[in-house]
């Protein structure tokens, strides 16, 4: 960065749905990011995440695997970049909401946007991706919990 600022964290936001980058591109990427004076990745997986168990069905079919996620944090720290995961859990709930198995947990039956807070399985859904996000990132100081633009 050219002139110094008053932030900081100077995150770059990766929103990971729909054309999700290559592991190898983000080992092109990861150090223009930190020579432009980012410190940080704000990794917004959604359904690239590689979920196990009964989230499985959450995940992409072209998800990272839990070794490339491995590999992306590696590469995040050879370029001094520190990792917070985001994690939906309220708001931006569609790739979640969208299955059969959990449309009951919406707020509005018709929008698979917003998880219904007042359901106890909602409480433990976002308990269980948390703690899977957190199994993979087991160094992470933050994690980013969304919960903006929710509207219903």
Known sequence: MSSPTPFKMRLVHLDLKGAPPKVSY????FPLFHALGANGLLIEYEDMFPYEGHLRLLRAKHAYSPSEVTEILRLARLSELEVIPLVQTFGHMEFVLKHAA???LREVALFPNTLNPHEAESLALVQAMIDQI???HRDVRWLHIGCDEVSD
């Open 26 to 29: 983000l080992s092109e990427v």
């Open 102 to 104: 959990f449309a009951h």
């Open 134 to 136: 957190l199994e993979l």
